[in-house]
């Protein structure tokens, strides 16, 4: 099954709206969760991350809340502007040998129209 | 000038042929992966390499496999390609305890 999940697999808002992703995990034991942005015909960017130690991060227009609990994290785009137009895609993992193994979600296309 | 280079950017196979996907970072990272990525699915791990000839599998590894013989290059086989192998891949590669995955252009397969 997947082992992470978004709900949306395509969002629509109005320039200048805010916009809530979602992602839902099923491990436990994830302790990284992360957003990347990818447009068309290029490669995913890291967008924002945080570590299972804090439940909220901030960086400019964007926010991640963590809800371990409910192993749920979420991307809050706040202004948005037509350039947020692109496919996100959200990832968990756990820390394995020094390094993350990141499962990804299936990807939510935001399309902000002007 | 950080960067994952993966070649070739398109290829079109037979089925049955064997397919070499390469890919190259210039950061001195430690760990690389290779994923595929299909409408509505996301990106899939394949398989993760921790560093030269420490190789691990993916979730969907199956019908792959890789090779790791220097730190900076991670290859990705397909030994007799199957229609269903039609995929755009992705290498990407991070340091060892950064969870920051940097990814190459992608490689955009078309198996017949």
């Known amino acids: 099954g997947q082992q992470v999940k978004q709900s949306s697999p395509s969002l629509t808002v109005q320039e200048g709206g805010i916009l809530i992703l979602n992602c839902d995990y099923e491990n436990d034991m994830f302790d990284y969760f992360a957003w990347y942005k990818k447009y068309p015909d290029n490669s995913p960017t890291l967008l924002i991350s945080v570590r299972s130690n804090v439940d909220k991060r901030e960086d400019g227009r964007f926010t991640v809340f963590l809800n371990k609990s409910g192993k749920h994290f979420s991307l809050h785009i706040t202004a948005s502007q037509p350039e947020d137009t692109a496919v996100y895609l959200c990832?968990?993992?756990?820390?394995?040998?020094?390094?993350?193994?990141?499962?990804f979600g299936e990807g939510t296309k935001l399309t902000v129209s002007s | 000038d950080m960067k994952v280079t993966q070649m070739p950017r398109y290829l079109i196979k037979r089925m049955g042929e064997n397919v070499l996907l390469e890919c190259g970072q210039d950061?001195?990272?430690?760990?690389m992966y290779w994923y595929r990525q299909d409408p509505g699915l996301g990106l899939q791990l394949i398989y993760i390499?921790?560093?030269?000839?420490?190789?691990s599998e993916g979730d969907i590894p199956k019908g792959y496999r890789v090779s790791r013989k220097k730190r900076e290059h991670f290859s990705l086989i397909l030994d007799s390609a199957k229609t269903n192998q039609t995929s755009v891949y992705f290498c990407?590669?991070?340091?060892?305890?950064?969870?920051?995955?940097?990814f190459g252009s992608g490689t955009r397969l078309t198996v017949l």
């Open positions: 990832a968990a993992g756990e820390n394995q040998g020094g390094s993350a193994k990141l499962i």
């Open positions: 950061m001195s990272h430690e760990t």
């Open positions: 990407a590669s991070s340091r060892d305890s950064a969870e920051t995955l940097y």
């Open positions: 390499s921790y560093d030269v000839d420490s190789n």
